[in-house]
Every structure is written in C-alpha cells, then in structure tokens.
C-alpha cells in the first residue's frame, strides 16, 4: 500500500510508521517539520506529488489544557487541517484515515460509549477534535473517523511512561481514582489503523484495548507492579483536585458496534498491552 503518514513525529506516528515499514508499504512519512497540516498549500502540493492510496493523519494538536486556552488554535490544527487533509486526499483518489478521541464524549454515562452514543464534548480540545471528524466526512466519502482513547506506547509523554519512571525510582505516584478509560496501546492501534485503511470501509470506528477498562490509578498501580520497585507506592487523587483548565470525562470507556460486524478481531486488553509494553521497554534498557 502507498501510504502518506502525517504527524509521524508524533507518539501514534511513530508506531504507524514502523508497522506500515514492516508490513511492506511505500511509506511517505511527514513529521511536522516537512509538512505543516495547517499549511494547505504544502497539503495540496505534497499528496499531488507524492499521490498515496490512501492518508492517515497522525497529527494533532494534543495538549488538552493548551487548546482550553487557545481555542482557535485548537480548530485550526483539530479541524480545519483535518478537512483541508480530507479534501486534498479526494482529490487524489485516495482514502482518508482521521484519529478522534474519547474526549469527545461528555463522559457522564455508566457504562461504554459506542456509535451509538451522541458526542457531547466538555472541551475545546473535545469540541476541536469533533468538528475535525464532521468536517473531513462532509469533504470526503471515503473517511475513516477512528476514535481511540487513553494511549500508551513506546516514545511518548503519556501518563504510562511518567508512572514506569517514577515507580522504577521507588516514588509515589499521585494518580486519579475515579476516572475511568480503556487504555490503548500505540503498536496496537496502529495496526488497526492500517488494516482499516486497506478495508477502506468510511465510517466512525471505535478503536481501544478490550475488556472492562480501568481508573489512571488502576493503570499505575499495574505499571507499578511491572516496575517491581517496592518502595513505590500509588496515592488516589480525585480528578477534580487537580483543578486543571480542562474539563476531561470522568468515563470515556469506549466499545466499538462495527468492528466484530466485519470482522476485526478485538484489540487485546490494557493490561497483556502493558506487559507486552515493559517487555519491550526492558529490552531496550
Ligand atoms: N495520546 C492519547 O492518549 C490519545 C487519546 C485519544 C486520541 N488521541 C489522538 O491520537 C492522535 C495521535 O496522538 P499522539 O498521542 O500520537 O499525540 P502526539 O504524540 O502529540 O503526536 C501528535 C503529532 O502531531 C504533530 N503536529 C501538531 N501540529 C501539527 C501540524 N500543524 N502539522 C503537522 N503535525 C503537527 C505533533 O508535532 P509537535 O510535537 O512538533 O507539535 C506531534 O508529532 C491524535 O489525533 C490525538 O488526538 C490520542
């Protein structure tokens, strides 16, 4: 498959780009440095030149608290370039893979979000992210919304990589206790987003680890038992505490209808992910 990566700098990227190169692809990956999504002339020109089958966009404006206080930057990264992307991809005949998240769900709700469920989302960060979805399926047929939630992998600033570090120096780790989301692996998803890209089935997928889920503490407490430090020890904050500029849902728990309907095996649960995660990390080490 020809394939045009952007954000490949990114944590998600990253891992996209490897498994594409692994499988076989003609992978064209931009980090951000080469192309700007936001520049739409830099768009249109690179997919003309470079003319993949299909687009995956990895790149984001991700900081949550940073688009609560710039809201317009949040659309112009979240929204605008993801239609811009969208357009620029049909107009080169080739699918269109967009990454969406759980944030865009209000997260009052007991039990998982799926399809069916409408988003409500409490940020602009959330709002951003939603409108970047509504605006490449108004531009382009053949997009794919893929909506994930709470990721972890090799490379990125994530909740899970501070808890190993900080839980391998035998500290404690304050983590948040009554919030709850099914956490993702990187390689994971990435897999996902590439077998999804090759099905070129337009629609909103819900891609997650499988299983019940957990809270951030639930995650660190595994992380610390991982990092077999005895002296590091997990303390519950309540998310409210924090205080932080960014509403965030206190339940983001996603399942998907459409996956097993086609025949997409389950991603496997967070946690034989987390241990597949430090058996890389200790590799490496
Ligand atoms: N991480 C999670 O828990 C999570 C959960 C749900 C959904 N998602 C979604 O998953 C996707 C990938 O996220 P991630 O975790 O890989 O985040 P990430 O590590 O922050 O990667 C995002 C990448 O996008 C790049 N980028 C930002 N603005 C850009 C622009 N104008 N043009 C080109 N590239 C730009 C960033 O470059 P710089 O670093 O140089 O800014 C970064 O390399 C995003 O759509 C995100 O919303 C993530």
Redesign the pocket.
Known sequence: MRVLI??A?????RALVAHCQAQGDKVLAH??AD????NADEVYATLERERPETVIN?????DVDGCELNPERALT?NAE?VETLALASRQVGASFVT?S??YVFAGDKAGFYTQRDDPEPQSAYGMS?LQGERRAQVVSARTMIVR????FGPG?K?FLTSALARARRGEQLPAIGDAYGTPTYAPHLAARLRELAALDLPGVYHVAGSGAGTSFAGFARAAVALAGNKEATVAEVSMDSLQRPAPRPRNSRLRCLLSAAIGLAPLPDWQTALREFAETINAER
């Open positions: 952007t954000g700098g990114g944590m998600v990227g980090e951000r192309l700007d999504i936001t990895c790149a984001a404006w991700t990264v370039a990454i998240t759980d992210k994930t939630s709470w990721v990125g994530n």
